[in-house]
């Protein structure tokens, strides 16, 4: 392979000015990270922590093996809702690596509103045991919640994908050979009592670990008699009487270690083989995408200058350089990992997407996953280019993509706007991660264009009543869309409402794919299998 190289002149005032601005952007993202990253409030935490157990950030580092990292994903899921009442939604997910294993870890965080379930920590719990089963990972529940948040349980409890779904989830996993891990450390009640049971094993801290399908004040009202928690369903009863749990553990530590040592007895897993290169640094420096990555979506950006600075090498081999210049398509290695890259580099027309199909053929065929770098503004429109097909061509790509059977990843480096979302693998395409830098954007249309549409319905509305908008009602109409447009579409907007698996720095970008692809090996590729093409 080829090493890039840049056309960008990185000592430029202008590059520099660029820089400083997205550091800016990234700071205050980091911000609201950090600040997050907190979880609950100072009294909650001090009240858990005076109970003697691990907050559960703690936990996870104290469960994954020294010196691994842990991709935590969608930390900023609810943010701006509730008034910032559920920090991550309440709940950790994650991969890290046990023992060696790629493993996907749901934490409770009990700081936040007792660890309850709101409607972004259902959706945020089902997706992590999504992302197990698409990749065959384990998971290791750390129990510790109060249930569903009580107040919302119209949009928390009996829809499809809501708290009863964890369970058919766990039961699914199981029959696909999963091991599946709980470690009671708090309360479990009511639903929440079959997360332990529907485990391979339950480990349950002693003086702190409850289950029971009704608590103790349900039981009162119910039956009237008085019984305390520990009684009802702690550790003691659970490992001794009712079988329930598997092991007694001392502490948070305790039930740590016996979950870490659980994982030294599972079978070993024959993995998708891959051609591994040695891992290489890109020749660019990666900090350089401060400088790069789009701030005004409307500046174009070469594609190639992201891809170079987030490949081993910064080498690249282009495939079909000369045609359909709007798309740029190519094999590279990332950390050693081979992928297909394809990245947006101007609009949709017909040979871009028919480029982008072709390409998705070829790694689907030699088994290399594919990641996608999004910055589309959507689809090239006008007579002409309906005339020449673009719907069926538009289709070819969304079936290629559709039914690739290797490992999908989408990265959002800029825009993700309308058709070009699905087009470039957007969440309803399955990526197995979808990640957004921040300054990317995403909307089914641009701001601009939407009031646009908009203001045009509503004048030959008027028109047919042989009515008139005035100047000012149509500029009130074009910024309320606008304003609208600008919060919906910002990466916090989406992350919050887990429409991605978070937001990254892209200097990460790197590490944060092979992580991907080394826990996609868990899963052995299937074998390609299409649909219809039309021609
Ligand atoms: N729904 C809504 N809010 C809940 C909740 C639930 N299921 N469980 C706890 N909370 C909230 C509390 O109202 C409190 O909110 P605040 O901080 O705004 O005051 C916060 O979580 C902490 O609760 P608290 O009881 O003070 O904490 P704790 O650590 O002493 O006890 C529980 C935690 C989970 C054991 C206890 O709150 C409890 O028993 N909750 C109800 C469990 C239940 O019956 N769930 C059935 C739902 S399926």
């Not at 081999?317 to 045609?323: I, M, N, P, V």
């Not at 009031?451 to 100047?471: F, P, W």
């Not at 907007?493 to 720095?505: K, Q």
Request: proline content about 5%.
């Amino acid at each position: 392979m080829y090493k890039l190289e840049t056309k960008i002149n990185v000592d430029s005032e202008e590059f520099k000015i660029h820089k400083e601005a997205y550091l800016q952007l990234l700071n205050q993202y980091k911000e609201v990270l950090r600040e997050v990253k907190n979880g609950g409030s100072q009294n909650a935490r001090k009240k858990h922590k005076e109970r003697g157990k691990l907050l559960a950030r703690e936990r996870v580092d104290l469960l994954i093996d020294p010196n691994t990292p842990f991709l935590e994903l969608s930390p900023l899921a609810a943010y701006g809702m509730y008034e910032n009442q559920f920090p991550s939604a309440g709940i950790i997910t994650g991969i890290g690596v046990i023992h060696g294993r790629e493993t996907m870890i749901v934490a409770n965080d009990s700081t936040v509103k007792g660890g309850s379930y709101s409607r972004e920590t259902i959706k945020k719990h089902v997706r992590a045991q999504e992302i197990a089963m698409e990749n065959h990972l384990p998971c290791v529940y750390m129990v510790d919640s109060g249930g569903v948040f009580l107040p919302q349980q119209s949009e928390v409890f009996p829809d499809k994908y809501h708290f009863g779904r964890f369970f058919y989830n766990q039961a699914r996993l199981s029959a696909e050979g999963i091991p599946q891990i709980s470690i009671v450390m708090g309360s479990c009640t009511a639903g929440g009592a079959y997360m332990p049971a529907m485990s391979d094993e339950n480990i349950i801290v002693k003086n702190q670990g409850t289950i029971f399908i009704g608590g103790p004040p349900l039981v009162k009202a119910a039956t009237g008699d008085t019984v305390s928690a520990e009684e009802l369903g702690g550790a003691d009863m659970h490992t001794s009487i009712s079988g329930v749990s598997d092991y007694l553990a001392e502490n948070d530590h305790h039930a740590i270690q016996i979950c870490r040592n659980i994982f030294e007895t599972f079978a070993v897993k024959e993995k998708q083989l891959i051609g591994l290169s040695p891992i290489e640094e890109p020749a660019y420096d990666p900090e350089e995408l401060y400088g790069i990555a789009p701030i005004d979506l409307k500046k174009p950006v070469d594609s190639r200058e992201i891809i170079m600075r987030i490949v081993d090498g910064s080498r690249f081999h282009e495939f079909k350089a000369r045609y359909a210049p709007t798309i740029v398509t190519g094999f590279a290695n990332i950390m050693g990992y081979p992928v297909g890259i394809i990245a947006n580099n101007g609009v949709f027309f017909s040979e871009t997407a028919l480029k982008a199909a072709h390409f998705i053929e070829l790694c689907n065929a030699r088994k290399t996953p594919l990641l996608f770098l999004q910055n589309i503004t959507g689809f090239i429109v006008g007579k002409e280019y309906e005339r020449g097909g673009i719907a069926s061509d538009g289709a070819k790509l969304i079936q290629a993509i559709a039914n690739a059977n290797v490992p999908k990843f989408t990265v959002i480096f800029g825009g993700s706007f309308g058709a070009g979302n699905y087009a470039m693998s957007g969440r309803a395409y399955e990526p197995r991660l979808l990640l957004m830098w921040p300054n990317s954007k995403i909307s089914v249309m641009g701001g601009e264009q939407a009031a646009g549409v908009l203001v045009q319905v509503k004048q030959e509305q008027l028109a047919a009543l042989g009515q008139t908008m005035s100047a000012e009602e149509e500029e009130k109409l074009r910024s309320g869309i606008l304003k609208t447009y600008e919060t919906e579409g910002s990466a916090y907007f989406s992350t919050s409402r887990l429409w991605d698996d978070g937001i990254i720095d892209p200097v990460d970008t790197r590490k944060v794919i092979a992580m991907g692809i080394a826990a996609s090996l868990n899963k052995k590729f299937p074998e390609p299998k299409y649909g219809i093409f039309r021609m």
